[in-house]
């Protein structure tokens, strides 16, 4: 099974800050990459796919980038709803593995 | 409104068995591929296994293939998940969730739509 592994699993930061979360892959993945965020007590929610293509309705300060095995997460300029869990996930093979998570906190 | 509407929390022994419906509302099942997903309190996303909302196809975890059976009914458009052999460690919430195509029907390779989570607990 491809491994995915975010970093870092816990991020500290404050309204207004640039925020870079990381997520590498075992093997190559090409673009099949998708970002989610979470929140306590609901389902996740789609924020990106094949790596950097913004899903619709998702505020354009989230951008996705990378290819092959090491993808990021930016968030321009953090706001008070932005403060969640978010995963990776990959696409590459049938088995749909995810990211251990990155908690974003205040 | 398009959405996945799951079936209520579930209260277990350890070896017994589990059934959770996730419904489809406002598109059809046999357009597209249902997963199921796991995660237990305090933890990450863990993927269960697909179903192919047309064929009946299914694949499975390595982690589950041995205890989980997905089905679907596509006159009631719902898709079914049955875990046996319960234990401790599936005392989670499960998701249900879409696979991704685009207007053309390309695939997207991401969930778009999740279900609402059933609450399974394990308990003697």
């Given at each position: 099974d491809i491994q995915m592994t975010q970093s870092p699993s816990t991020l500290s930061a404050s309204v207004g800050d640039r925020v870079t979360i990381t997520c590498r892959a075992s093997?190559?993945?090409?673009?099949?990459?998708?970002?989610?965020?979470?929140?306590?007590?609901?389902?996740?929610?789609?924020?990106?796919?094949?790596a950097s293509t913004l899903e619709d309705g998702v505020p354009s300060r989230f951008s996705g980038g990378g290819s092959g095995t090491e993808f990021t997460l930016t968030i321009s300029s953090l706001q008070p709803d932005d403060f969640a869990t978010y995963y990776c996930q990959q696409f590459n093979s049938f088995s749909r593995t995810f990211g251990q998570g990155t908690k974003v906190e205040i | 409104q398009v959405q996945l509407v799951q079936s209520g929390a579930e209260l277990k022994k350890p070896g017994a068995s589990v059934k959770i419906s996730c419904r489809a509302s406002g598109f059809s099942l046999r357009s597209y591929v249902i997963h199921w997903v796991r995660q237990?309190?305090?933890?990450?996303?863990?993927?269960?296994?697909?179903?192919?909302?047309?064929?009946?196809?299914?694949?499975?975890?390595?982690?589950?293939?041995?205890?989980?059976?997905?089905?679907?009914?596509?006159?009631?458009?719902?898709?079914?998940?049955?875990?046996?052999?319960?234990?401790?460690?599936?005392?989670?919430?499960?998701?249900?969730?879409?696979?991704?195509?685009?207007?053309?029907?390309?695939?997207?390779?991401?969930?778009?739509?999740?279900?609402?989570?059933?609450?399974?607990?394990?308990?003697?």
């Open positions: 093997q190559n993945i090409d673009t099949w990459l998708a970002w989610y965020q979470q929140k306590p007590g609901k389902a996740p929610t789609l924020l990106i796919y094949k | 237990a309190p305090g933890q990450g996303l863990q993927w269960v296994g697909w179903i192919n909302g047309d064929s009946g196809t299914t694949k499975f975890s390595q982690n589950f293939q041995d205890r989980v059976i997905i089905t679907r009914d596509i006159y009631a458009n719902t898709v079914n998940m049955e875990l046996n052999g319960l234990r401790s460690e599936d005392t989670a919430v499960f998701y249900c969730a879409r696979f991704y195509y685009d207007r053309s029907g390309q695939p997207l390779n991401a969930f778009d739509i999740w279900g609402q989570g059933t609450k399974v607990t394990v308990s003697p």
